[in-house]
């Protein structure tokens, strides 16, 4: 990602610091990059009529059951400071969550889905941070298959490491897939981990057991550690849920995983997540919460308690929607002839490209003067990806049928 900042301007805020005193930023605060997507954001307030379909995030507002329990827990004075590493409550609501969904019927399932294992954070986000804190720093270099989530790319800038992105393949058939050649090859001894998110934020590409598999394989290899975003693990539309590295994993890897809350039960404005990781990290971990948010509160707490163990209805209804929504807005965007996409086997957005349109930002502005439709620009999303837009599509089916109506005229109208 290119940083906004440039190199003479970080010299000139360090030089000659005692001639003229003044305080001076640290060059990984600097370096931190611009969102791309935030950018179309703000381009885009104030419109009105505008389908907003640039933020990774749902239409639907977090369930009754959900906010109830986090009113009840406001109600009876859990407003105190509370479980750096989470409320057993919750710790042990997320232990038999993953129990369900990611034991049994594998063969190979070795690691316990014990409450030691988990960690409950302010979203996902603040896992990924702590992850990241845990295991790379200043001149550390993390390989991230890319396009990918940008604030993969942020959290590693500002703890000072460096993100070597390594392209997924786009093939002709219009599918995504990992080279694990290049993987192997961007390893160097700077190399601290891999960051493999599946199902993954733009693309939709999910990993197969055989290439997790084969990166487990990597990480054993060259000693390195796994940061597994799989937040959209469950948000699949072929399969009950995707490969894990649970499925392949043997229980002394060095594997850290991310989840959040947002995603399944409309809980982003909630900011609620955990970080899963060896028990043996668990005060180190724990210090690191309690020197970064002092723990998650309670209240939000036991509103993921009530997601955990309540939630199901609302996850199948929500699933059931979005699929929905994809099939319009794929087929209807594909019919055009214009563009070229891979049908998304998993998370929520169609990643797709123009034929004609290379300058992808461009035209994610233009888009929202010509079609009042916000689309995030693919050049957010860093190596492989500069020539497509990410659409959201976790939108009502309606409102998605009239966007497509809307792009598909402005494709037609640019054609002539």
């Not at 509160?297 to 997601?307: K, L, N, Y």
Request: glycine residues 8%; hydrophobic residues 45%.
């Amino acid at each position: 990602m290119e940083c906004k900042i440039s190199e003479a301007a970080i010299a000139e805020t360090a030089a000659n610091p005692r001639t003229e005193p003044r305080p001076v930023l640290r060059p990984e605060a600097l370096a931190a990059p611009d969102s791309g997507i935030v950018e179309v954001f703000n381009y885009c307030r104030g419109r009105e009529g505008l389908i907003p379909l640039f933020v990774g995030e749902g239409d639907l507002p977090a369930p009754a059951f959900i906010t109830d329990a986090a009113i009840q827990s406001i109600a009876n004075g859990e407003t105190f400071y509370t479980y750096q590493r989470g409320i057993p409550d919750l710790r042990e609501a997320i232990a038999h969550y993953m129990a369900r969904h990611y034991g049994q019927p594998f063969e190979k399932r070795v690691t316990p889905f014990a409450p030691d294992r988990f960690f409950v954070t302010i979203g996902g986000m603040h896992a990924l941070q702590i992850a990241i804190r845990l295991i790379a720093g200043l001149g550390d270099e993390v390989i991230v298959p890319t396009p990918a989530w940008p604030n993969f790319y942020g959290a590693l800038t500002v703890s000072g490491a460096r993100p070597i992105e390594v392209p997924l393949r786009f093939t002709e058939k219009a599918d995504w897939s990992l080279d694990l050649d290049r993987m192997a090859a961007a390893i160097t001894p700077k190399t601290r981990a891999l960051i493999v998110n599946s199902p993954a934020n733009p693309t939709g590409w999910i990993a197969t057991h055989e290439d997790l598999k084969n990166l487990l394989g990597l990480a054993r290899q060259h000693g390195l550690w796994i940061i597994a975003d799989e937040i959209y693990g469950r948000i699949v539309f072929d399969e009950a849920r995707a490969p894990s590295f649970h499925d392949v994993m043997e229980k002394d890897d060095s594997i850290l995983f991310i989840q959040t809350f947002s995603k399944n039960w409309a809980m982003t404005g909630l900011r609620l997540g955990w970080l899963e990781a060896p028990p043996r990290l668990a005060s180190v971990i724990e210090n690191l919460v309690q020197y970064s948010t002092s723990g998650v509160a309670a209240p939000w707490q036991r509103a993921g308690v009530a997601a955990l163990n309540q939630g199901e209805a609302f996850f199948a209804n929500a699933l059931q929607r979005v699929k929905t929504s994809r099939d319009i807005l794929y087929d209807g965007l594909i019919e055009t002839g214009r563009v070229v996409a891979a049908r998304p086997r998993g998370a929520f957005y169609l990643f797709c490209r123009i034929e004609g349109e290379s300058d992808t930002r461009a035209l994610a502005l233009r888009l929202v003067d010509e079609a009042n439709v916000g689309v995030a620009p693919g050049t957010a999303f860093g190596a492989g990806g500069a020539d497509f837009l990410r659409l959201c599509f976790a939108r009502d089916p309606s409102l998605i049928a009239e966007a497509t109506r809307r792009l598909s005229s402005w494709l037609g109208r640019r054609a002539r």
